[in-house]
């Protein structure tokens, strides 16, 4: 019985809508660093894997007139995307869900894709150690400065800047961006930068150097207690999915309840290491 799915049980299909209409949404709106990177669909194509071509640069020369040009190779090279699963489950008891006032079906929807969000985010951000250009502030917090001299160090790369300059950093991080902004708060707001006045009224960055700042939680210190952010353009970093977030609802009436499965397949890869600057910092604490 444990195994049986029971399709005449009532309310089955509005369950699974519900669940599957909030995890969907959910994680679409609470990925912040997925829609930053290039992305790739693979959905019911065959094969885990995406083959990224990566085209070299080429330069232009003056030429007399009558004179033949020399042929430029042009090489390509090829970064691979794989695709693993990756899943969540949770056993909705038929009590909790008897008891319960508020739409469960639709809160633990909100959960797994939170879960899923978190999770494909947090993938993407391991990529952030492997740029071998990286800005390092052993014992000390990053500055205003540290976003300049990342984004001009992108610029010099010639990285492309059709999709703009991002920089994704822990709230800590952020912070400390923030507090310098701002005087720490000291200053009135008129003596203040737009940036500065708006940091210090809403508590949001917005864009410096051109720059548009992200704050994500996903990110973790190592060891020595830090935090690595990045800036970096779109194809900086890439994102394969190969199957979409799917959830399956399984009953198990002997246990009275019903088990909800969440799983999807994707893959992230780090492509053009010219075009993502690393920030790793010590963060003040907050709150100990």
Do not use: W
Request: with cysteine; charged share 20%; hydrophobic share 45%.
């Amino acid at each position: 019985m444990a195994n049986e799915f029971d399709t005449g049980v009532s309310g089955a299909d509005a369950l699974y809508a519900n669940i599957m209409q909030a995890a969907l949404f959910t994680l679409s709106e609470q990925s912040i660093i997925r829609p930053l990177v290039r992305n790739y669909n693979m959905t019911g194509t065959p094969g885990l894997t995406a083959q990224v071509p990566i085209y070299p640069a080429v330069s232009a020369a003056a030429v007399s007139d009558g004179s033949d040009l020399s042929n430029t190779a042009f090489a390509t090279t090829k970064k691979e995307i794989t695709a693993a699963e990756v899943g969540v489950m949770v056993t909705l008891t038929d009590l909790l869900e008897e008891a319960s006032a508020d739409d469960t079906a639709a809160a633990i929807g909100r959960q797994l894709g939170a879960a899923m969000a978190e999770k494909v985010d947090t993938d993407l951000a391991a990529n952030f150690r492997n740029f071998s250009k990286k800005i390092e502030k052993s014992g000390a917090a990053i500055s205003a400065e540290d976003i300049f001299k990342a984004a001009a160090t992108l610029k010099a790369n010639k990285a492309d800047q059709n999709g703009g300059y991002v920089c994704v950093l822990h709230p800590f991080q952020a912070f400390d961006i923030k507090k310098e902004l701002t005087n720490a708060g000291a200053t009135m707001s008129h003596n203040l930068s737009d940036v500065g006045n708006r940091a210090l009224e809403s508590g949001f960055i917005g864009r410096i150097a051109g720059v548009d700042i992200f704050e994500s939680t996903v990110l973790e210190g190592d060891s020595a207690g830090e935090i690595t952010g990045a800036v970096m353009t779109q194809d900086a970093l890439g994102y394969m999915l190969k199957r979409d977030m799917r959830i399956e609802t399984q009953r198990d009436a002997s246990l009275r309840a019903t088990k909800i499965v969440g799983s999807m397949a994707y893959g992230t890869a780090e492509l053009f290491d010219a075009y993502g600057i690393a920030l790793s910092s010590d963060a003040s604490a907050l709150i100990s």
